[in-house]
């Protein structure tokens, strides 16, 4: 028996053991990068030993980053499921449900928050989600903790308030009042009024180049840098008015979405707009960016929601739908308002978007904005009665970088933050459509032009070339002195001409115009404007 029991603890933990080989085994292939090249049939011996040695590579960067997934990822995000038998479905399960099968502090993150007096509502979020600001369209401004759930600072600018902003971080944000937009700090002191702006209708900022981006009532974009207060351009659409406006964070270009159906695409250093799409046959209602930067997805009045791919501008799918405002989680789910209704749609494989989830708010409620909070499986509603916020399972990042965002970050690493984020600082000529572009030569357009020195030491080696040809000697005088001579000559200059063009090409001296001969008889109707012989 003393001898039975080693064995079998030896037996268990061969067992464990080859369990996690299989588990390493599986996130191996997670990693890799597809199945590996068969060298069997190469004979070149350098060739293969080279192509061995970078398989060899891959293998070891998948383990590495099966092990830094394994050390620095140790939380997955998790959806709604449904049985297999497929009679159920996620959109019928309701929040209340969902409250209940939930953990203690997640069941504290949804809420309703009923001001019929000051509303509708819009909502915005600090990048690691920690905080938010609203603004009631009656001139109700409030700034939240929604880690702790507690108030920062309320205060009523006591005229409209048609959109809030957060800068680059929670120590300012920006109003669009009624004639200009205004900064505030967190405890609601007025900092700056921004009159060049004019009256804005909506905001956003850009974080990585600390840039205010406004579109006012008579179409003018405006960018301002926030570091310095320098205007960095201020463009006139010619679109009209428009009150449609999301920044793409993957290359900070801004979206204006026109009365015409037109989505426009614009950086600050372009008079005209980068991109011009006609994405729908009515007036565009909302717009929203993938996290990624390749997806748009565009909502009109014609009851159209489309999600566009931007490496092709072309539709990938189109809903029938109406929806007042979009927003895209940070794992890609997608948000759309309609009326007193929320429906969040999910990528089911190949951008094919799928119900996900459903809520409906209180009859007569109407939706003004959606917006999910980063980091957390939670969505922001402002509406006509007030603020709500709902559970959405799988919308959040559930692993986040303190380097980058960290929703738990103190006040000395705020600081820390804000110092390196201004020395990081991009110039507004960063922005493109294409960021990959950035630190690459650009290659030339045209052929550049060879010097004059260079011609003419090309044309001399061709001319030594030319001198240099042994001609085959023929017999009855067709092998004179004069002859070989006389096909030398030719050759030396069928070799100069190409090089003689070039040479006129560079003086900017063209060959003439022929005139066109005088016996050519014009129409009837161009024979008064013919010149008279004189």
């Known amino acids: ?291 990624g930067g390749h997806l748009m997805a565009t909502a009109g009045v014609d009851r159209k929601v489309k999600i566009w791919d931007l490496r092709k501008y072309e539709v990938i799918n189109s809903y029938a739908a109406r929806a007042q405002s979009l927003d895209f989680s940070q794992k890609g789910l997608l948000a759309c308002s309609n009326g007193s209704q929320v429906e969040i749609f999910r990528d089911t494989g190949g951008q094919d978007y799928k119900i996900y989830m459903k809520h409906r708010m209180v009859k007569g409620y109407q939706i003004g904005k959606v917006l999910f909070r980063p980091y957390e499986d939670v969505l922001g509603i402002g509406h006509s009665m007030g603020l709500s916020a709902i559970l959405v399972p799988g919308s959040g990042e559930p692993n986040f970088d303190t380097f980058v965002d960290n929703p738990v970050e103190t006040s000395k690493q705020r600081r820390e933050k804000e110092v390196q984020s201004l020395l990081n600082k991009l110039q507004p000529e960063t922005i493109m459509l294409n960021p990959n572009m950035i630190a690459t030569v650009r290659p030339s357009r045209k052929k550049e032009k060879k010097t004059k020195k260079e011609i003419e030491e090309e044309m001399e080696d061709a001319v030594e070339a030319a001198k240099s040809i042994e001609f085959k000697k023929k017999t009855k005088g067709r092998s004179k002195a004069s002859k070989r001579a006389k096909k030398r000559e030719e050759e030396v200059l069928k070799a100069k001409r190409p090089f003689l063009e070039q040479h006129k090409e560079n003086d900017g001296r063209p060959d003439k115009k022929l005139r066109v001969s005088e016996e050519i008889e014009l129409p009837k109707a161009l024979q008064r404007f013919a010149k008279s012989r004189q």
């Not at 080989?21 to 597809?34: C, I, N, P, T, W």
């Not at 989600?129 to 109700?140: S, T």
């Not at 680059?168 to 702006?197: S, W």
């Not at 008015?241 to 037109?262: C, E, F, Q, S």
Request: hydrophobic share 35%; charged share 25%.
């Open 1 to 291: 028996m003393a001898s039975a029991k080693p064995a079998a603890e030896q037996k268990a933990m061969e067992g464990g053991e080859q369990e996690a080989l299989d588990e390493m085994e599986k996130k191996v292939h997670k990693y890799s990068r597809g199945k590996a090249a068969y060298l069997g049939t190469l004979r070149d011996k350098k060739l293969k030993g080279q192509l061995a040695a970078r398989e060899k590579l891959y293998g070891h960067s998948a383990k590495a980053a099966v092990q830094t997934e394994k050390w620095l990822l140790p939380t997955e995000g998790g959806y709604l499921e449904p049985d297999d038998d497929g009679l159920e479905k996620t959109y019928r399960y309701q929040q209340t449900s969902l409250r209940e099968d939930v953990d203690l502090l997640s069941s504290r993150k949804p809420f309703d928050m009923i001001l019929p007096l000051l509303g509708p509502y819009t909502l915005g979020y600090t990048g690691n989600g920690r905080y938010m600001v609203v603004g009631g369209r009656k001139g109700h401004v409030a700034m939240m903790d929604m880690l702790n759930l507690e108030l920062v600072k309320e205060f009523q600018v006591r005229e409209t308030v048609r959109d809030v902003a957060f800068l680059h971080n929670e120590q300012l944000y920006a109003v669009a009042q009624k004639k200009y937009p205004y900064i505030y700090n967190r405890h609601g002191t007025e900092i700056h009024c921004l009159k060049e702006h004019g009256k804005s209708l909506k905001l956003q900022f850009l974080e990585k180049h600390f840039l205010l981006s406004s579109i006012n009532s008579f179409g003018q974009l405006h960018y301002q840098d926030i570091s310095t207060g320098e205007m960095v351009a201020n463009y006139r659409t010619g679109l009209g008015r428009t009150d449609v406006m999301r920044v793409n964070p993957y290359n900070a270009v801004i979206g204006l979405g026109h009365a015409g159906g037109k989505v426009t695409m614009w950086k600050p250093t372009s008079v005209k707009p980068l991109v011009t799409m006609l994405c729908h046959s009515g007036p565009v209602t909302a717009i929203a960016f993938d996290r």
